[in-house]
């Protein structure tokens, strides 16, 4: 009887060594499987941003600027007037004594404060991220009298304001020249 019990007991020892071995290379095969899911999640992660890093992902650029710069050539001579632009360094003063971009800071959207400002890439911290700014000072009393534009993007869709305020102040919306906004999106979305 003891042969037996001696006999059964290294016979389960045997069966529950074995078991353990199974498992052990159940586990290491799960580990490897594991690992090398991560390795190539890892990759893919790696080349989703390095090809997103050589995508420029600015809404605006020095090309769209310079095709913007010369629709308005053409186009402000159709309106009998002449626009200045900002370019970027120099302020740009307008009849009313304000000055851009710094004038941005005082300038109302429709009547609400603090909802737009310079972003020459059209994002920015703003309701109205401007990427650039036109100005026609009107020579026709009452002086002092000026058209500005602010070609903006406003939750990345491109939008043009207008503000001829001369006293008070500054207060801009979007403008009805559908030529001047179907032009800039047209730009824009290039």
Request: glycine share 8%; proline share 5%.
């Given at each position: 009887?003891?042969?037996?019990?001696?006999?059964?007991?290294?016979?389960?020892l045997?069966?529950a060594?074995?078991?353990?071995?199974?498992q052990?290379?159940?586990?290491?095969?799960n580990?490897?499987?594991?690992n090398s899911?991560?390795s190539?999640?890892?990759?893919?992660?790696?080349?989703?941003?390095?090809?997103?890093?050589?995508?420029?992902?600015?809404?605006?650029?020095n090309?769209?600027?310079?095709?913007?710069?010369?629709?308005?050539?053409k186009?402000?001579?159709t309106?009998h007037?002449?626009?200045?632009?900002?370019?970027?360094?120099?302020?740009?003063?307008?009849?009313?004594?304000i000055?851009?971009p710094?004038?941005?800071?005082?300038?109302?959207?429709?009547?609400?404060?603090?909802?737009?400002?310079?972003?020459?890439?059209?994002?920015?911290?703003?309701?109205?991220?401007?990427?650039?700014?036109?100005?026609?000072d009107?020579?026709?009393?009452?002086l002092?009298?000026?058209?500005?534009?602010?070609?903006?993007?406003?939750?990345?869709?491109?939008v043009?304001?207008?503000?001829?305020?001369n006293?008070?102040d500054?207060?801009?919306?979007p403008?009805?020249?559908?030529?001047?906004?179907?032009?800039?999106?047209?730009?824009?979305?290039?």
């Amino acid at each position: 009887m003891k042969k037996l019990i001696g006999v059964l007991a290294i016979a389960g020892l045997s069966v529950a060594l074995a078991g353990c071995g199974n498992q052990n290379t159940q586990s290491s095969s799960n580990t490897t499987k594991t690992n090398s899911e991560a390795s190539s999640n890892q990759n893919t992660a790696n080349n989703t941003s390095s090809s997103e890093s050589h995508h420029d992902s600015s809404l605006w650029n020095n090309q769209k600027n310079e095709q913007l710069a010369s629709f308005m050539q053409k186009w402000g001579p159709t309106m009998h007037q002449s626009y200045e632009q900002y370019d970027g360094q120099n302020e740009l003063k307008v009849s009313t004594g304000i000055t851009y971009p710094d004038g941005l800071s005082k300038e109302l959207v429709e009547g609400q404060s603090g909802l737009i400002g310079w972003a020459p890439s059209g994002k920015g911290d703003y309701e109205y991220n401007v990427v650039a700014i036109y100005n026609h000072d009107g020579t026709e009393p009452p002086l002092p009298n000026r058209i500005t534009y602010f070609f903006a993007f406003h939750n990345g869709k491109p939008v043009v304001l207008v503000d001829q305020s001369n006293n008070g102040d500054p207060d801009c919306h979007p403008t009805t020249n559908t030529d001047l906004e179907s032009n800039f999106e047209r730009i824009a979305n290039q």
